[in-house]
């Protein structure tokens, strides 16, 4: 953390052998501060025109989709609550919500901006990662302690920058090889405030 409310994670690696390599972090957000809340009504912006189909064993099938008149379409903004009560094959097939790999177009000055209408807070994503996987705690394990009482479902949006879990079997992704002697270095910034 640093003092202009941003949380960067750096990550880096090298080796010595062609290795597959992509790194992320899984922290939940819940911008109310109240676990009583969910994340339902988080108003989310995020720079992608395509979304990875997942199988019915929340696989990757290398299939591409453009988020146009569909729940992923978060261009514009749209709550996450969309989603979660959507009978779109790819909502369901997560358990009602996300669950999917995200690719950005890197077109924007955030990647991602994540709302609270209620509390006025706001959260910003920037990253050098060429995508997001987007998960909305659909089959969360409701006995995990947590400060203020248990979770549940949709307590928490992880938003998990990396690149595409599809990489390693399918064509036309970022790669996640790592050659002996490059570095590997990406950056994530998590960056907090108030809705103006």
Do not use: W
Request: glycine residues 6%; contains cysteine; negative net charge.
């Amino acid at each position: 953390m640093n003092n202009k409310n941003e949380f960067l994670i750096d990550y880096s690696a090298k080796t010595n052998k062609t290795t597959v390599l992509t790194m992320t972090n899984h922290s939940y957000f819940n911008l109310s501060e109240n676990l009583a809340s969910t994340i339902h009504n988080h108003h989310i912006v995020i720079d992608s025109d395509e979304f990875v189909e997942l199988d019915k064993e929340l696989i990757p099938t290398g299939k591409k989709i453009h988020v146009m008149n569909t729940p992923f379409d978060f261009r514009n903004g749209r709550k996450l609550a969309d989603g979660i009560n959507s009978k779109f094959t790819q909502n369901m097939v997560v358990n009602n919500g996300y669950d999917h790999y995200f690719i950005f177009n890197h077109q924007q000055l955030e990647n991602i901006v994540v709302i609270d209408e209620t509390s006025g807070r706001k959260m910003t994503i920037k990253t050098n990662q060429p995508g997001v996987l987007m998960y909305t705690a659909n089959s969360l394990d409701e006995n995990l302690a947590l400060a203020n009482g248990n979770s549940k479902p949709y307590v928490g949006v992880c938003f998990e920058t990396q690149a595409s879990p599809a990489s390693l079997h399918h064509d036309g992704f970022p790669t996640v090889t790592l050659n002996a002697q490059e570095t590997y270095k990406k950056q994530t910034v998590f960056a907090f405030g108030l809705v103006e």
